[in-house]
């Protein structure tokens, strides 16, 4: 007869049994990457065999003596740190909401920190984590006017399914706001102008040192932005005159490129907007001003950062990358225009009506005028420039949303794809209403399906991006059957890919256009006034 103690104790070892097996079957999903500085343990999704790593530490972070310093390493960490959690935020700020210039939409809410240096990886793996070998890789840079986003609400299966898992994904945080692009002569001489991109540069280092323990090739890195992500992969492009050392990426992709006045760092622009900083944290009479600002609670200095951005003219950014003449040596156009680039090819998509949601749409005023309000260095002759330009181009409030798209998002596209001779493709994203970031649902829907929820399109216009990234030509296909036909580069007849949708029955429409000598034109003449627009 077998005892009821005996009978417990078998219940026992078969519950241990039971747990250990579990706990082995979970220790061979959570692979563990060593990084030298720190080991990371992150998980794979059982349903498709992707692996994720979330906030990874890849910079020290950047506060006391750091704040406004270069990008330093992380200290050396012991034990395995879990990378299972979104990072938090960068701190974020507001868009300018101010009727006129002074110098003449806040983000969902998410956990914001001082502290925010990380970045998460995906990429494709078996069942146990074990990655791939060798795949191309696309680090992805958020946008958000330089003031907001984060990493957190993009995620890297997306990319990765539309690459038929053919690549690894990397997202990227940075400082942000007053944080990431304070400007002024008191940060020259203590402290790094530009930290934003000097963290997405160290990022970048990060991912040619690294990337290969989770699958990656370094000498295969693509970069990709969106707004003030794609505007920082221009930085990028042009960043040290062109010759960065080592080359860190091969591709850039921008999605509506960016680019904002962006001032000599001892501008009186960038100066008023230091000694605000100073007037609003109390450190105005402070003998040592950048010694007061480091010693500022950060709460305080966010408070400022949101007050200093969202009192810019309405749509504008006034806490933007500046010349500094190091990393960025002189105005991005002009690096362009002499071809002065790092990478070796580029992808550009622009979308129909760029400059709509930057414009208040309630006042009225003309192309002239408002130009003078968006450039404060314009004179009456410029205005007048503007004005005959636009003239006829539809009502004056088409005409006011056109000159902010096209001087800020669309011209700067073609110039960056004339920096790429024969190297350069463009695709328009023109689905109603076509207005700016719209694209960004179809390569990254999330967890719902994108507007024109049409497979064929989305297929076509996803896969343009992955097929770039792996082979640096959007006619080498990821999937042969899609319907995008063969795509010339640009400088084939100024080529580019429409992507669009018919008005009546709702077909996608995916084929080959002309870009309009009349805009052009337009860009010839925001190109000639670059010393004026700062760009």
């Not at 960068?90 to 909401?97: E, I, L, N, Y």
């Not at 920096?419 to 179809?442: D, M, N, V």
Request: net charge negative; aromatic share 10%; hydrophobic share 40%.
């Amino acid at each position: 007869m077998v005892s009821p103690n005996f009978r417990m104790f078998n219940r026992v070892i078969a519950t241990v049994v039971v747990l250990s097996t579990t706990q082995l079957a979970l220790a061979q999903l959570s692979p563990i990457v060593d990084l030298g500085y720190a080991q990371y343990q992150g998980t794979v999704n059982p349903a498709n065999s992707i692996t994720h790593f979330l906030g990874i530490r890849y910079a020290a972070p950047p506060l006391g003596d750091l704040r406004w310093r270069a990008p330093q390493a992380p200290a050396n960490t012991s034990g395995v740190q879990l990378a299972t959690s979104q990072p938090s935020a960068c701190f974020q700020s507001s868009t300018g909401q101010s009727p006129t210039n002074p110098f003449q939409g806040r983000a969902t809410q998410i956990d914001e920190t001082e502290d925010c240096l990380f970045l998460n990886v995906y990429y494709p793996s078996d069942e146990a984590g074990a990655p791939l070998k060798n795949l191309p890789t696309v680090v992805w840079i958020h946008g958000g006017g330089y003031l907001s986003g984060a990493a957190s609400p993009y995620n890297g299966e997306d990319i990765i399914r539309q690459s038929n898992r053919g690549v690894v994904v990397v997202l990227i945080q940075y400082r942000l706001g007053l944080f990431g692009f304070l400007s002024g002569s008191a940060v020259k001489r203590n402290g790094a102008l530009n930290a934003g991109l000097l963290d997405q540069d160290f990022a970048l280092r990060w991912v040619n040192k690294h990337v290969s323990k989770f699958g990656g090739d370094p000498s295969k890195v693509t970069i990709w932005g969106q707004s003030a992500g794609a505007g920082s992969v221009i930085q990028q492009v042009v960043a040290n005159g062109g010759r960065t050392e080592p080359q860190l990426f091969r591709g850039a992709i921008t999605s509506s490129s960016f680019l904002p006045s962006q001032y000599r760092f001892d501008d009186p622009i960038p100066e008023a907007v230091f000694s605000e900083a100073l007037a609003q944290t109390d450190c105005a009479t402070a003998t040592d001003s950048m010694a007061c600002l480091r010693a500022v609670d950060a709460t305080v200095l966010e408070a400022a950062n949101n007050n200093i951005t969202s009192s810019a003219f309405f749509g504008t950014f006034s806490v933007v990358p500046v010349v500094d003449g190091v990393f960025i040596t002189q105005r991005p156009t002009l690096s362009l225009l002499e071809g002065k680039v790092n990478g070796h090819a580029v992808l550009t998509t622009t979308n129909a009506f760029e400059g709509t949601i930057f414009v208040n749409q309630s006042v009225s005023v003309t192309a002239s005028e408002y130009s003078l309000d968006l450039f404060p260095r314009f004179s009456a002759l410029q205005g007048a420039a503007v004005g005959a330009l636009y003239h006829g181009l539809g009502t004056d409030l088409f005409q006011v949303n056109a000159v902010q798209g096209e001087s800020i998002f669309i011209c700067p596209a073609y110039y960056l794809l004339n920096a790429f001779h024969g190297r350069a493709f463009k695709g328009e994203f023109a689905i109603p209403p076509g207005l700016h970031s719209q694209e960004g649902h179809y390569y990254f829907p999330g967890d719902s399906p994108p507007p024109f929820n049409n497979p064929a399109f989305i297929d076509a216009f996803a896969q343009s991006f992955t097929s770039f990234i792996i082979n640096l030509d959007p006619n080498i296909k990821v999937d042969p059957t899609t319907i995008t036909p063969h795509w010339n580069t640009f400088d084939n007849g100024h080529t580019e890919m429409l992507f669009n949708q018919t008005a009546v029955d709702g077909l996608p429409v995916v084929h080959a256009i002309k870009t309009s000598d009349a805009l052009l034109e337009r860009c010839l003449f925001w190109n000639s006034v670059g010393s004026l627009t700062a760009q």
